[in-house]
């Protein structure tokens, strides 16, 4: 409901307040939500007053916003993020960031010292950015005055109000408030304009800040999505899409027939998960496009959009020009770049509930891309438009997944946990795609399986965080007592006599994806050449390739069937991928017939790599002194393991080994030393089991114990 007036403005809350405070509803959640608040707010204080150190508040800063207090809307980039983008990159090069974030957050009467404090924070921030010495990207120092306003506003609700968009936004709109370059003389202002209108409307401050969340029905989070774009990817929750379907509505057969939609974007543009911000596309758009063009506005928000907003379970409208209506979906994968497509090469699957046309009675918006949520009469007449007979079946699915969102999972979430940059972790999701089968290899310590897993995440655009995902993602462990009746299906005794016939894993994942056509399945088959895959894998061995992936390969399995002659084949959304250890040479080799059936993906030691350092550093914290002897040394044994003949680049020592699961290390030295003595030395003697002595030099080399 906009506002044309200051007045306006006031004379609405005068009017509204009254009827927010009697919605039972709105007010339950403000409930709730103020226990998390003083959750947030104790653990704030035990930091205050040193019961916990600054990396300890991170973490459960990090785990608190991504879990119980997600409703609070401060895990985004001005709230959890900026937290932690001062411990990684700012405290890391200047010691004094953490004492002037513990200055800016200790609560105090004198309002002038607030400012000055915060004043501090925001230019030592800048100083680390403005001098070179940390990108823009790594310390977004514009953002700190938010975050510190969220965590003011938390602990004197009376007082400071949060600079949340929620409040912001009806005060642009009135003319009462605009955007200066200095973000903590802006928060300052936001404070002069609220605190008096406040007292003149007969409301608390808090109850300012909740009028306008009620106002926009946003009854879960304080801090809803910005209606500018945001330079992070948004929480995953459901939204109401319509997408424009190309000239005359040409691209309409395509979207119906393949079940995708698509946008169509300047050929140099290329894979929309490259940019790291809405900035960096408009930049790329403009650069494409030459001088004089006019701005990419709603093309740089199109493209953000649809590779970053929009999320498995939400729902499209495929539409031409402002009244015409093609169909309705549910969207059922992440973004994906298809430079093979001349067209639109940018674009997602669709589960279309509805086809055919239809007419609206208002006009629709004629962009490209538009997110048209919070517009309940307009998706109301689209839905009406758009029921089918078989709605009851395809709104229940829906309405599952909506109830029951997964959480997103893309290249830069992939990025952020593995030692591989953006470009290997694309390549082999790929190499996936194109091959349906792959096998991860390397010596132990790589983190084959905990690849795989994070690339059955990327395939499926989400995380397995429900019961659903655990049956689509399945992980087997092959040994030598694994065995044809087990993988694919076999004859197995029942209770009271006799035998029925059980479908192995392979058989039981393939029949689910038979169920849902619009997702994908995959198989995590770890070591995967400990067992004898000839006789495990059976037919299988012909119908897992890629082009025989569908019913006219069709064929008989050799245990029969108990109704007659079934035929079976592995459906085009079943996905395997192996992980193959290179060490140990006892193992069974894979044979040539196998390995044409896969494509293999050597994973490299990552020791010597800046990501691994940096993650010594955060969030393992460990000191630099030791930091730097375990790169250095672990190096030079791997050199050395690299150049022996009878050892080579298969024989590395991984990094996994220092990974602890990403906690804090407590006495870093001894955790060192145990794993060189108990983990790796073992190993090593082992590899040189023939020379002893160079087996010695080597876990000496990488003692800390023996270099003290």
């Known amino acids: 409901m906009p506002v044309s007036s200051p007045f306006a403005l006031e004379a609405e809350l005068a009017a509204n307040l009254p009827k927010m405070r009697e919605d039972t509803a709105f007010q339950a959640s403000r409930a709730t939500r103020r226990t998390f608040i003083a959750s947030v707010v104790e653990l704030?204080?035990?930091?205050?007053?040193?019961?916990?150190?600054?990396?300890?508040?991170?973490?459960?800063?990090?785990?608190?916003?991504?879990?119980?207090?997600?409703?609070?809307?401060?895990?985004?980039?001005?709230?959890?993020?900026?937290?932690?983008?001062?411990?990684?990159?700012?405290?890391?090069?200047?010691?004094?960031?953490?004492?002037?974030?513990?200055?800016?957050?200790?609560?105090?009467?004198?309002?002038?010292?607030?400012?000055?404090?915060?004043?501090?924070?925001?230019?030592?921030?800048?100083?680390?950015?403005?001098?070179?010495?940390?990108?823009?990207?790594?310390?977004?120092?514009?953002?700190?005055?938010?975050?510190?306003?969220?965590?003011?506003?938390?602990?004197?609700?009376?007082?400071?109000?949060?600079?949340?968009?929620?409040?912001?936004?009806?005060?642009?709109?009135?003319?009462?408030?605009?955007?200066?370059?200095?973000?903590?003389?802006?928060?300052?202002?936001?404070?002069?304009?609220?605190?008096?209108?406040?007292?003149?409307?007969?409301?608390?401050?808090?109850?300012?800040?909740?009028?306008?969340?009620?106002?926009?029905?946003?009854?879960?989070?304080?801090?809803?999505?910005?209606?500018?774009?945001?330079?992070?990817?948004?929480?995953?929750?459901?939204?109401?899409?319509?997408?424009?379907?190309?000239?005359?509505?040409?691209?309409?057969?395509?979207?119906?027939?393949?079940?995708?939609?698509?946008?169509?974007?300047?050929?140099?543009?290329?894979?929309?998960?490259?940019?790291?911000?809405?900035?960096?596309?408009?930049?790329?758009?403009?650069?494409?496009?030459?001088?004089?063009?006019?701005?990419?506005?709603?093309?740089?928000?199109?493209?953000w959009d649809f590779s970053r907003v929009m999320r498995e379970g939400d729902v499209v409208f495929a539409k031409y020009g402002a009244s015409r209506l093609f169909g309705r979906g549910v969207v059922t994968t992440a973004y994906r770049y298809d430079p093979a497509r001349s067209d639109f090469c940018h674009v997602r699957q669709v589960r279309w509930l509805w086809t055919g046309e239809a007419?609206?009675?208002?006009?629709?918006?004629?962009?490209?891309?538009?997110?048209?949520?919070?517009?309940?009469?307009?998706?109301?007449?689209?839905?009406?438009?758009?029921?089918?007979?078989?709605?009851?079946?395809?709104?229940?699915?829906?309405?599952?997944?909506?109830?029951?969102?997964?959480?997103?999972?893309?290249?830069?979430?992939?990025?952020?946990?593995?030692?591989?940059d953006r470009a290997q972790i694309a390549e082999l999701l790929e190499l996936l795609r194109e091959r349906k089968n792959i096998i991860l290899t390397g010596p132990p310590g790589v983190g084959k399986t905990f690849v795989?897993?994070?690339?059955?995440?990327?395939?499926?655009?989400?995380?397995?965080?429900?019961?659903?995902?655990?049956?689509?993602?399945?992980?087997?462990?092959?040994?030598?007592?694994?065995?044809?009746?087990?993988?694919?299906?076999?004859?197995?005794?029942?209770?009271?006599?006799?035998?029925?016939?059980?479908?192995?894993?392979?058989?039981?994942?393939?029949?689910?994806?038979?169920?849902?056509?619009s997702d994908q399945f995959v198989m995590i088959i770890d070591e995967i050449n400990r067992g004898n895959l000839s006789k495990i894998l059976g037919e299988m061995m012909m119908l897992i390739e890629a082009d025989k992936r569908d019913a006219s390969w069709a064929m008989s399995l050799a245990a029969g069937s108990e109704d007659g002659d079934a035929r079976f084949y592995v459906p085009d959304n079943v996905f395997l991928i192996g992980t193959m250890n290179t060490t140990d040479r006892s193992l069974t080799p894979i044979d040539y017939a196998l390995r044409r059936r896969f494509a293999f993906y050597p994973l490299p030691a990552a020791v010597g790599t800046a990501a691994f350092a940096t993650y010594l550093r955060e969030p393992l914290d460990l000191p630099e002194p030791l930091i730097e002897h375990l790169v250095k040394q672990v190096g030079e044994v791997n050199k050395a393991i690299t150049n022996d003949r009878n050892l080579g680049p298969d024989f590395l020592i991984g990094h996994s080994y220092f990974c602890n699961g990403g906690e804090q290390v407590r006495d870093a030295p001894s955790w060192y030393d145990r794993i060189v003595r108990f983990e790796i030395a073992p190993s090593l003697r082992e590899y040189w089991f023939e020379d002893r002595r160079r087996a010695d030099e080597m876990i000496a080399k990488l003692s800390w114990a023996a270099k003290s």
């Open 359 to 420: 007419s609206t009675t208002r006009n629709l918006v004629l962009k490209t891309l538009t997110d048209i949520t919070a517009y309940d009469e307009q998706c109301e007449q689209l839905w009406s438009l758009t029921k089918g007979a078989d709605d009851d079946v395809a709104v229940e699915t829906l309405e599952a997944k909506v109830m029951n969102p997964e959480k997103g999972y893309m290249i830069e979430d992939a990025a952020r946990e593995l030692f591989l």
């Open 44 to 303: 704030v204080e035990r930091w205050l007053s040193h019961a916990s150190t600054l990396v300890e508040l991170k973490h459960a800063f990090q785990r608190g916003t991504t879990g119980q207090w997600r409703p609070l809307g401060v895990g985004g980039m001005s709230g959890a993020m900026i937290l932690n983008q001062l411990v990684v990159n700012g405290v890391a090069r200047d010691a004094r960031i953490e004492g002037l974030l513990r200055a800016a957050l200790t609560p105090t009467p004198d309002e002038n010292a607030r400012r000055q404090n915060l004043e501090a924070l925001v230019t030592a921030a800048k100083e680390l950015v403005t001098s070179g010495v940390i990108s823009p990207p790594r310390l977004p120092w514009r953002r700190i005055p938010c975050f510190v306003s969220y965590l003011w506003s938390f602990q004197d609700p009376d007082h400071w109000p949060g600079e949340w968009g929620s409040l912001r936004r009806p005060l642009e709109a009135a003319g009462l408030f605009t955007e200066v370059a200095d973000p903590v003389a802006r928060y300052f202002d936001l404070v002069a304009l609220v605190r008096p209108m406040a007292a003149r409307v007969g409301a608390t401050l808090e109850e300012l800040q909740d009028y306008f969340v009620w106002r926009e029905g946003e009854l879960d989070e304080l801090g809803a999505p910005e209606v500018a774009i945001s330079d992070e990817p948004e929480a995953p929750l459901r939204r109401t899409w319509l997408i424009g379907t190309g000239g005359g509505g040409s691209w309409w057969p395509t979207f119906e027939r393949e079940g995708l939609v698509g946008i169509g974007m300047e050929e140099g543009l290329g894979d929309l998960d490259e940019f790291a911000s809405p900035q960096a596309v408009r930049v790329a758009i403009q650069q494409a496009r030459g001088e004089g063009a006019a701005e990419p506005n709603m093309d740089v928000r199109a493209c």
């Open 452 to 517: 795989a897993q994070r690339l059955a995440w990327l395939l499926r655009g989400r995380k397995t965080d429900s019961a659903k995902s655990l049956q689509a993602v399945s992980v087997v462990q092959l040994h030598q007592a694994y065995g044809y009746e087990d993988f694919v299906q076999g004859w197995r005794p029942k209770k009271g006599g006799g035998f029925s016939l059980q479908p192995g894993r392979l058989v039981q994942l393939c029949e689910l994806a038979r169920q849902d056509d």
